[in-house]
């Protein structure tokens, strides 16, 4: 596999690409965003995001995923896509009178 | 215990706290942060692995002994580390060669101590081997990445080499105290370790496009307290504080 094609390819200055790192902790059931870091490929990255992030113990499950994969919403569009579901009651399941047999769900 | 049992503790508490020290000078100065933090948490491996065993040395020795005493106040001819880890870092890549070429070493003979007939020894190695076996992983991809680098990362992987591969045939000559921990089943037999070593480094040079050295002239010396000059050196720098002002606490 040429370098260009293994995840984490060296940008043409030499510069490592940027992980984002997600760790599970112990008592966890999803991975948390707990920080960055650079290095050389995936590997790397687990091992660097072990050293780093999981010295005291804060996780037994890492993700790494090279920053440029992860998406995101623009801030400056927050309007457009949330406030609308702010005053639609419906869509909540507060109307269901439960049974007494399923008060404690 | 016999004399031969407590040698034995003292030269595999020496070997990781010698170690423990050299990658511990690169505190600050790695090549970039997640590296100063992995060789760093590796050195703090191996100290606490050496605490370990010259704990169980200082209870068998008796006499006041400490594990502060055992590090702090022995004289460069009472170490019994192999030549190996006292060598000085050079560049990253010595550093991780050597790391490598000698955790492989640890490892397997970790894995034979996890069978000592010894209880406490088998439950220190126990401990190490897992600590160790990331060590393994950790040097033997900065190994394969230099090796099949580019071009300056592979030279200075073939200097590196030249530089430490003759100190690693003492690794597999055993001191005297080794042979007897061997046929008395509490500690490893280094024929062994040297099969398996001598596998698993080829299968890594291989990877790392790395040539095998031609058998060579070995140096040796370490495990009967005759050192280079560089352990002396490492020692006037670890123990001043304790010599200096004896008995002092944090």
């Known amino acids: ?105 | 215990m016999s004399k031969a049992f407590v040698s034995y503790l003292l030269s595999l508490a020496d070997n990781t706290l010698i170690l423990g020290h050299r990658n511990s000078e690169w505190c600050g100065h790695g090549p970039i942060l997640e590296q100063d933090i992995a060789i760093t948490n590796m050195a703090l491996d191996c100290i606490g692995q050496a605490r370990n065993f010259y704990q169980y040395a200082a209870q068998l020795m008796g006499n006041h002994t400490t594990e502060d005493s055992l590090a702090y106040l022995r004289d460069v001819t009472e170490f019994t580390n192999c030549l190996l880890v006292e060598l000085p870092n050079g560049d990253w890549a010595k550093t991780v060669l050597r790391h490598f070429l000698f955790s492989t070493f640890q490892y397997y003979v970790y894995q034979q101590l996890k069978n000592s007939n010894d209880t406490q020894l088998a439950a220190i190695a126990e401990k190490g081997f897992k600590e160790i076996t990331y060590h393994v992983r950790w040097s033997s991809e900065w190994v394969i990445r230099l090796g099949d680098g580019t071009e300056e990362s592979k030279d200075r992987v073939l200097q590196a080499l030249d530089a430490v591969w003759s100190y690693t045939g003492e690794l597999f000559q055993p001191a005297d105290f080794e042979l007897q921990a061997q046929q008395e089943g509490w500690g490893a037999d280094l024929l062994l370790v040297k099969r398996n070593w001598d596998e698993k480094i080829k299968a890594v040079f291989e990877e790392a496009t790395l040539p095998m050295p031609p058998t060579a002239w070995m140096h040796a010396g370490g495990k009967q307290g005759k050192h280079t000059e560089h352990l002396g050196f490492i020692l006037a720098e670890m123990q001043f504080l304790q010599r200096a002002y004896p008995n002092s606490e944090w």
Do not use: C
């Open chain 1, 1 to 105: 596999m040429s370098d260009s094609e293994k995840a984490g390819a060296t940008q043409a200055n030499g510069a490592w690409p940027l992980w984002e790192i997600f760790i599970r902790s112990r008592q966890g059931l999803d991975h948390k965003h707990v920080g960055s870091l650079h290095a050389a490929d995936a590997q790397m990255a687990i091992e660097n995001a072990r050293d780093v992030y999981t010295r005291r113990m804060e996780g037994i499950s890492i993700w790494v995923v090279e920053s440029k994969y992860i998406h995101a919403s623009n801030p400056t569009e927050a309007g457009a896509l949330y406030d609308p579901a702010d005053d639609k009651a419906y869509r909540h399941p507060t109307f269901y009178q439960l049974p007494e047999e399923l008060k404690h769900m």
